[in-house]
T-cell receptor, first 106, second 114 residues
Framework: AQRVTQPEKLLSVFKGAPVELKCNYS??????LFWYVQYSRQRLQLLLR??SRESIKGFTADLNKGETSFHLKKPFAQEEDSAMYYC????????FGTGTRLTVIP | DTGVSQNPRHKITKRGQNVTFRCDPI?????LYWYRQTLGQGPEFLTY????????KSRLLSDRFSAERPKGSFSTLEIQRTEQGDSAMYLC????????????FGPGTRLTVL
């Protein structure tokens, strides 16, 4: 069964500290992996996808097929990173995790 | 704003009534998706279209749910005989079929069933 697990519902870090949001997935086949972000009062938007191998707003995510993980990392958290983060996988339709609310404390 | 738009943004209805939501995708996007999001959960896929063809509908929650995209542009999602459990945010997204398959989301329609 297709499933995305984000074990942390809430995560708080201090400004300037490293942050890692965990994501594990279960999927038959070869899905694409994504991180979506939702800032306060804004719509869901793509942060990054594994095939592009980009760093967006200082965030990176490495796909580990052996561990079926796609953790999101940033070395120095900023206050503007406070948001809801969703990991998703799929080919056409996407399966989303339950999300992690990140709070960066000034 | 040339992004995905959804109307209405909020809908309050009584149990047993029918409701219809509209989604206008980004104009050059062939694919259109519907998701439902309940409190504390991530978006849950319901159905999607490529142009006017509905390619996946097995995840529609029940036969009370139906979606159309008659001309391959805007889409409607209808819920018949609403139940309190249908209260949720209904999200629409669109994407291209070639190149980047990034899904662009609309602001959602929040449904409250009393």
């Amino acid at each position: 069964a297709q499933r995305v697990t984000q074990p942390e519902k809430l995560l708080s870090v201090f400004k300037g500290a490293p942050v890692e949001l965990k994501c594990n997935y279960s999927y038959s086949g070869s899905p694409e992996l994504f991180w979506y972000v939702q800032y306060s009062r804004q719509r869901l938007q793509l942060l990054l996808r594994h095939i592009s191998r980009e760093s967006i707003k200082g965030f990176t995510a490495d796909l580990n097929k052996g561990e079926t993980s796609f953790h999101l990392k940033k070395p120095f958290a900023q206050e503007e990173d406070s948001a809801m983060y969703y990991c998703a996988c799929g080919t056409n339709n996407l399966f989303f995790g339950t999300g992690t609310r990140l709070t960066v404390i000034p | 704003d040339t992004g995905v738009s959804q109307n209405p943004r909020h809908k309050i209805t009584k149990r047993g009534q029918n409701v219809t939501f509209r989604c206008d995708p980004i104009s050059e996007h062939n694919r259109l998706y519907w998701y439902r999001q309940t409190l504390g959960q991530g978006p849950e896929f319901l159905t999607y279209f490529q142009n006017e063809a509905q390619l996946e509908k097995s995840r529609l929650l029940s036969d009370r749910f139906s979606a159309e995209r008659p001309k391959g542009s805007f889409s409607t999602l209808e819920i018949q005989r609403t139940e309190q459990g249908d209260s949720a945010m209904y999200l629409c997204a669109s994407s291209r079929t070639s190149g980047s398959h990034e899904q662009f989301f609309g602001p959602g329609t929040r449904l409250t069933v009393l």
